[in-house]
């Protein structure tokens, strides 16, 4: 049972322009939310997060918005860089349980 | 570097064999947490472990098994081994028991199985 779901497995963008990344979750009873960032070799690094109670927040070029009513997190990326070209997954936490998306690979086109 | 150290990095077994993997968290996080990853699936939650007890277990396999020493690394234990084990394992480790803000992953350790 994927209680967070990435559909979109890749996604390209012109370097410049903006990144979308989605993330769609079922369990009402999540109280933060994550992103990760993954190169090839590599184990995932923590990116940004959101509380439950919130609907955004910021950091630099990344942007986590929360719409509880949809059940629907997205990570935007502006303006996007080649090195942003990994793949990103997205996490929801309630108690001591982690659950993860199965990855969006993104390419950043020069 | 991320804190967390894994080893080995590679590893290759045949099957019905056993392999002991293991996890040594960053400096001060008591909290270790063990991941698979396989080709066609996200990161599955096996097993946490907080200052050397379980503390919650996800889809882990009665063939697996893990323990947090007094020293605080971890070993992931599996046994009779399966062509379809073959994945990363990834370690994760946090000072709490629970983060909202994430938590520090090691580098993993691929298991191939033949």
């Known amino acids: 049972d994927q209680q967070v779901k990435q559909n979109s497995p890749s996604l390209s963008v012109q370097e410049g322009r903006i990144s979308i990344l989605n993330c769609d979750y079922t369990?009402?009873?999540?109280?933060?939310f994550l992103w990760y960032k993954k190169y090839p070799a590599e184990g995932p690094t923590f990116l940004i997060s959101?509380?439950?109670?919130?609907d955004k927040n910021e950091d630099g070029r990344f942007t986590v918005f929360l719409n509880k009513s949809a059940k629907h997190l997205s990570l935007h990326i502006v303006p996007s860089q080649p090195g942003d070209s990994a793949v990103y997954f997205c996490a929801a936490t309630t108690g001591n349980q982690f659950y993860f998306g199965t990855g969006t690979s993104l390419t950043v086109i020069p | 570097d991320s804190g967390v150290t894994q080893t080995p990095k590679h590893l290759i077994t045949a099957t019905g064999q056993r392999v002991t993997l293991r996890c040594s968290p960053r400096?001060?996080?008591?909290?270790v947490y063990w991941y698979q990853q396989s080709l066609d699936q996200g990161l599955q939650f096996l097993i946490q472990y907080y200052n050397g007890e379980e503390r919650a277990k996800g889809n882990i396999l009665e063939r697996f098994s893990a323990q947090q020493f007094p020293d605080l690394h971890s070993e992931l234990n599996l046994s009779s081994l399966e062509l379809g084990d073959s994945a990363l394992y990834f370690c994760?480790?946090?000072?709490?028991?629970?983060?909202?803000?994430?938590?520090?992953f090691g580098s993993g350790t691929r298991l191939t199985v033949v």
């Open positions: 400096s001060g996080d008591l909290s």
């Open positions: 959101i509380s439950s109670i919130k």
């Open positions: 994760a480790s946090s000072v709490l028991e629970g983060a909202g803000y994430g938590y520090t």
């Open positions: 369990n009402s009873m999540f109280d933060y």
